[in-house]
């Protein structure tokens, strides 16, 4: 027992802190070394007298062992990494702790079952109950803890006992937080009963809290005042109870909305001392939790009228702004948008505080953020959604000035999003214009919104629907408020060229004028750019053939403005003497147009260039009137003062009109025209487009004139021209086809000798023109033609030529053939037996027909040996001959009648020798076949032998068809002509 009263000395000492320092360590461990040995001390007397005083004395120091070991083994287990602990469990920390709650357990459960009248139970069974709860096992203390805490009361006789109060105190509380609530209320009520208790405000306010889960809130609202009024009382300035107001306050907001009496809660609040309007607010936050927009309304009504009453204006705005979030809860648009507008009135009027202005402006920005998001989500076909996102923006602009430029801004942004550029672009102007009268203020935040703001503009105009008259104007507005802010920036430049563009296609030139100046002002260095800008203007005058203005532009010009070169000006000089020539090319009295053309020449003032032009246009004028000599006087004196530089200018002119002279047959003056254009355009080849053409011209005029030395000479020229190689052999091509045509063999013999080695094409066209001729010579039976022919398919210069094979072998089979053919011609046989037929002598006649079949097989045995040649013409010629000879024998043979006088034997000798004439008839028939085979395959056909070898129509035509193909030269096309044509289209279309 002095043990014990010991221990209780220390006990506040001990639990004084949970995290010990070493002195109080030494303590516990002093503590803990008594204890254990008042445990020895008791273990020794209940062994000798096993009384329940001992062992309830040895429970109670276990339990204090218990604490200190318990507290201990915390402290290590807080301390121990989680790794450890993961590895060793919770259990292997509480050991020794966990063991003595077994031993405390078992000491009581001991006492209460062997001495169940042993005076001091309920304080084991109080005990064994804490013991529980010490320990801390869920199960165990929802199973034990009330029925050790009921047994105690149980044993606990007078009414006034000090444990009476704690047993019931436990067991209310036990039940409270187990959720228990009819249960905890039944001891509650009985703890109540006790007056004499400073804890009774605890106690009704954890009743109260138990009839408001039983869903009795009127009544736990009663418990709750009660519970604030009791912990409000003072005696002798001293509280009679525990307070619990805060707690009270705390939870009456609740109470008020559950009891629903909101009213008579906001009458309660606002008379407190100390009254800020929070707990009125959580009653509204309460009702709105619970979904309750009536009564959430009518708090912030009542509470509304309170600050009016307190004349709090500040007070009143707090209340509103927050009916702005009951309103966007409960999606009451209409009741939100009229508190908005409200508000947004009173404060144009008085501004609110700046600490309430900057929180209705987060509210306004946060509501159209979320109907941003809806319009998003809907894909923008909502237009009232959009209508009332505008307005909301035109709040934020009035309550929020410094930024409006911004929300004007978004405002067209949101336009933008439903693709109603129209619309949107005049809410960009206003934030621009907001910008423009605010340059200096936040300039960093201002240029990137201005940025924005611009390139959104831009991508408006382009795809706006407006007509062309607004489209104009605002894009015009546009640019002038960009160069307002950016005189000289990022796209300034290309802003004022485009500003500049829009004011010339409306013909605006007072605009255009003003532009180019602001321009060149801030922008001296991009003279190029600008010097195209007047340009425009100046092509615009002349386009007007306004002479003044132009007059105007020069003389500006001339002073020096824009830095022009004098090639401009000149340039410009040329333009107007343009407009007085097309004045005169649109008269329409033909001898006051020459006469203004004829004035123009003469006068030395206008630039060469534009005398030129009025030559040439007198030219043009002569030869509609068909008088080629007096066109070719103008368009030689227009040639001689063209400046070589500008020459290519004319060229589809002059072919154009060296083409009109060949249709009117005056090839002199053509061929001289083009000769005297040829020699100075080539003078600058590399601007001589259509050199290949006038060359063309030259040799085709001159050689139709006869000229073909002027030709010959261009040849040398070409290559000073630089003239294509192809175009020169196509000219040499015509002319030698010219002096075919036209049996011109001497000067064909001339082209050969001087360009025969000219080119291999070249050679394969003299080589081949040579063949046709030959064969043209033999079809018509042209002794000229072919000994011409021949005479050149003999020589050495054409034997020289590196032909193909084909050609080659042409060449040859020619040369053998009219050799073969003369051969044959030289010896021709005449079958005839006219003077055996009178007087009729057998042995005369034998020796006849012996000597014309000698005759008849060496012709065939010659004519033989050159068919193994196998060149076509010479077999089908060889056989040809041979059918022929068979053929005149056979004839020969029939018509001979000789006089006989036995009949007999005569008609026996005719008979024999009529079986002869058919026996060389079919030999002749043989050779025509085989002719005809040659002819269908090689394609050859021989006018003058044709019918009488081949007998069929069909098969000549077939021939006739085909030999032009093979044997005759091509007629060429003649180059100059067509591309004259095409050069006289270029010309018309220019």
Not at 153 to 172: E, F
Not at 628 to 649: G, V
Not at 760 to 782: P, R
Request: charged letters at 30%; aromatic letters at 14%; one cysteine or more.
């Amino acid at each position: 027992m002095k043990i014990f009263i010991y221990f209780l000395i220390f006990q506040s000492l001990i639990y004084s802190t949970d995290s010990l320092g070493n002195s109080e360590r030494n303590k516990q461990k002093n503590i803990i070394k008594l204890l254990n040995v008042e445990k020895k001390i008791l273990t020794k007397k209940y062994k000798r007298n096993p009384i329940p005083k001992w062992r309830w004395h040895l429970m109670k120091i276990q339990m204090e062992r218990y604490k200190i070991i318990h507290q201990k083994e915390n402290e290590k287990f807080v301390k121990t990494p989680t790794s450890l602990r993961h590895k060793k469990g919770k259990g292997w920390f509480f050991k020794k702790s966990k063991a003595l709650y077994k031993d405390i357990k078992f000491l009581g459960a001991g006492i209460v079952k062997r001495w169940p009248r042993f005076k001091e139970n309920d304080h084991v069974y109080y005990s064994l109950s804490m013991n529980e709860i010490n320990h801390n096992n869920p199960q165990t203390i929802k199973r034990d803890v009330p029925r050790f805490l009921k047994m105690a009361l149980k044993y606990t006789h007078p009414k006034n006992h000090p444990l009476r109060k704690a047993i019931l105190t436990g067991l209310a509380e036990h039940y409270y937080n187990h959720k228990k609530y009819d249960k905890a209320i039944f001891y509650y009520k009985r703890l109540l009963k006790k007056k004499n208790n400073k804890w009774i405000t605890k106690h009704l306010f954890n009743l109260s809290w138990s009839y408001m889960e039983l869903n009795k809130p009127q009544k736990a609202l009663g418990i709750l005042e009660r519970t604030w009024r009791l912990s409000k009382k003072r005696k002798k300035g001293k509280p009679v109870f525990i307070d619990y107001s805060k707690q009270a306050m705390e939870s009456l907001p609740l109470f008020f909305v559950r009891a629903k009496k909101v009213k008579r809660g906001v009458r309660f609040f606002s008379k407190q001392k100390n009254y800020s309007g929070d707990h009125i607010m959580k009653m509204a936050k309460y009702a709105r939790e619970r979904g309750e927009f009536a009564t959430t309304m009518t708090i912030y009504n009542s509470a509304l009228e309170e600050e009016k009453g307190r004349k709090n204006r500040k007070g009143m705005i707090g209340i509103i702004l927050t009916k702005l979030d009951i309103f966007d809860e409960f999606k009451r648009k209409k009741r939100y948008f009229n508190t908005t507008q409200h508000l947004v009135n009173d404060h144009l009027k008085k501004p609110i505080p700046e600490d309430l202005r900057l929180e209705f402006l987060e509210k306004t920005q946060r509501y159209i953020a979320k109907m941003q998001k809806l319009s998003k989500k809907l894909k923008f076909k909502n237009k009232r959604l959009t209508k009332d996102i505008l307005v909301y923006f035109d709040f934020l602009k009035k309550i929020d000035k410094k930024n409006s430029g911004e929300y004007a801004f978004y405002q067209g942004e949101t336009l933008f999003a439903i693709e109603d550029y129209d619309r949107a672009i005049p809410y960009y102007f206003e934030g621009i214009n907001f910008y423009r009268k605010n340059q200096k203020d936040n300039k960093k935040k201002n240029k990137e919104t201005v940025q924005k703001i611009f390139d959104s503009i831009f991508l408006s105009l382009g795809k706006s629907n407006l007509n062309k008259k607004t489209l104009f104007k605002r894009r015009t507005k546009a640019y002038h408020y960009y160069l307002a802010i950016y005189p000289v920036g990022k796209l300034s430049s290309n802003i004022y060229q485009r500003l500049f563009n829009s004011y010339f296609q409306k013909k605006k030139l007072k605009q255009c004028r003003k532009t180019l100046a602001r321009y060149h002002k801030n922008y001296p260095k991009e003279i190029q750019k600008q010097q195209f800008m007047l340009a425009k203007l100046f092509d615009y005058a002349a386009h007007k053939k306004d002479v003044n203005k132009m007059l105007f532009w020069i003389k500006k010009m001339e002073s020096g403005y824009l830095s022009f070169n004098h090639t401009y000006v000149k340039k410009a000089h040329k333009s107007i003497s343009d407009i007085i020539l097309e004045k005169a090319f649109n008269e329409k009295d033909l001898a006051k147009s020459t006469e203004l053309y004829e004035s123009t020449y003469k006068n030395t003032n206008f630039t060469p260039l534009v005398r030129a032009k009025a030559a040439y246009f007198l030219g043009k004028i002569s030869i509609s009137s068909l008088k080629t000599k007096e066109s070719t006087k103008w368009l030689h004196r227009s040639l001689k003062i063209i400046p070589t530089s500008q020459i290519d200018n004319f060229e589809n002119d002059y072919l154009n009109n060296i083409q009109e002279m060949v249709n009117l047959q005056d090839f002199s003056n053509s061929w001289k025209l083009a000769d005297s254009f040829f020699k100075k355009a080539c003078k600058n080849k590399n601007k001589f487009h259509l050199k290949n053409d006038f060359f063309n011209a030259i040799v085709l005029y001159s050689t139709v004139d006869g000229k073909d030395n002027v030709a010959l000479k261009n040849f040398k020229k070409a290559k000073e021209c630089s003239i294509r190689k192809g175009t020169q052999l196509a000219n040499l091509k015509y002319m030698t086809q010219f002096y075919f045509t036209h049996n011109e063999y001497d000067k064909l013999d001339h082209l050969l000798s001087v360009y025969g080695r000219y080119d291999n094409k070249l050679h394969h066209f003299f080589a081949k023109s040579f063949v046709g001729l030959y064969w043209d010579g033999i079809s018509q039976g042209s002794t000229k033609k072919t000994k011409y022919a021949l005479k050149h398919l003999n020589s050495n210069l054409l034997s020289s030529f590196s032909l193909n094979n084909s050609l080659t072998k042409e060449i040859r089979a020619i040369i053998s053939f009219s050799k073969f053919k003369k051969e044959l011609e030289q010896e021709s046989i005449t079958f005839s037996f006219h003077n055996l037929e009178k007087k009729f002598n057998e042995d005369n006649f034998n020796k006849a027909l012996e000597d014309n079949l000698i005759k008849l097989e060496e012709l065939t045995s010659k004519i033989t040996g050159h068919i193994k040649t196998g060149y076509p013409q010479i077999v089908a010629y060889g056989h040809y001959t041979l059918f022929k000879n068979y053929k005149a024998f056979s004839k020969a043979i029939q018509n001979f009648d000789p006089q006989m006088d036995d009949e007999n034997y005569k008609k026996s000798f005719l008979q024999s020798m009529s079986n002869l004439s058919d026996n060389f008839l079919k030999q002749s028939e043989e050779q025509r076949k085989i002719g005809v085979s040659v002819f269908r395959g090689r394609g050859i056909f021989f006018p003058k032998a044709s019918k009488m070898i081949l007998k069929d129509d069909h098969i000549i035509n077939k021939i006739a068809y085909r030999y032009p193909s093979s044997l005759y030269p091509m007629t060429l096309d003649i180059p100059s002509f067509s591309r004259a044509h095409k050069a006289k289209k270029r010309g018309s279309k220019k």
